[in-house]
């Protein structure tokens, strides 16, 4: 069975940092394109970051240079390492994953993260 | 940025009638060389991650209903629900996956009317 389970979010201090961690079960990190998405409080999805098969990665203008996306294949986890967070990086965010480069087939359940003073 | 736009923000239908949602992307995501529309669809209930409806704008995701159905091209999709259940009330997004970044409409919430 797959499953995502995303850990690492809290209440942090704008400025501050912050690293996800999402743990995948049932298949392979390295084999699949993965993202990661996030909701602000009653807002839509947004796209943050992928990390391609190849390791090649990209990022949303917002969180470009600030964010940073990494994958571990011996722990089959891919992790967000985020910096310098702002109040309007306050959302849930989902790991979300796919073997079609751009889709999101398979979600974890989200973890908050809330940037406040 | 190719920036995807639905219509409309919110939509009441009986038990039983049909749905129809509408996501225009500013421009085309048909892929000429294979050619493939790079266009899906979730559903977002209360409190759950979105969930993959329809890929390809038209390719249905395993074990989803087929009541659920997607068609476009181009710059032009629709998500069709032949027949509303109450399970199907939800948040409905439409997402482009041509190119980085990637981007969603800004969903349509789907009531019973």
């Known amino acids: 069975e797959v499953q995502l389970v995303e850990s690492g979010g809290g209440l942090i201090q704008p400025g501050g940092s912050l690293t996800l961690s999402c743990a995948a079960s049932?298949?392979?990190?390295?084999?699949?394109?993965m993202s990661w998405v996030r909701q602000a409080p009653g807002k839509g999805l947004e796209w943050v970051s992928v990390?391609?098969?190849?390791?090649?990665?990209f990022y949303a203008d917002s969180v470009r240079g600030r964010f940073t996306i990494s994958r571990d294949n011996s722990k089959n986890t891919v992790s967000l390492q985020m910096n310098s967070l702002r109040a309007e990086d306050t959302a849930v965010y989902y790991c979300?994953?796919?073997?079609?480069?751009?889709?999101?087939?398979?979600w974890g359940q989200g973890t908050l993260v809330t940037v406040s003073s | 940025d190719i920036v995807m736009t639905q219509s409309p923000d919110s939509l009441a239908v009986s038990l039983g009638e049909r749905a129809t949602i509408s996501c225009k992307s500013s421009?085309?995501?048909?892929?000429?060389?294979?050619?493939?529309?790079?266009l899906a669809w979730y559903q977002q209930k209360p409190g759950q991650p979105p969930k993959l409806l329809i890929y390809?704008?038209?390719t249905r995701e395993s074990g989803v209903p087929d009541r659920f159905s997607g068609s476009g091209s181009g710059t032009d999709f629709t998500l069709t629900v032949s027949s509303l259940q109450a399970e199907d009330v939800a948040v409905y997004y439409c997402?482009?996956?041509?190119?980085?970044?990637?981007?969603f409409g800004q969903g349509t919430k789907l009531e019973i009317k």
């Open positions: 979300a994953g796919a073997l079609i480069r751009g889709l999101f087939d398979y």
């Open positions: 421009q085309s995501v048909l892929y000429s060389s294979n050619p493939r529309n790079y």
């Open positions: 997402q482009q996956y041509y190119s980085t970044p990637y981007t």
């Open positions: 049932g298949f392979p990190v390295s084999d699949n394109y």
């Open positions: 390809w704008a038209s």
């Open positions: 990390i391609y098969t190849g390791g090649t990665t």
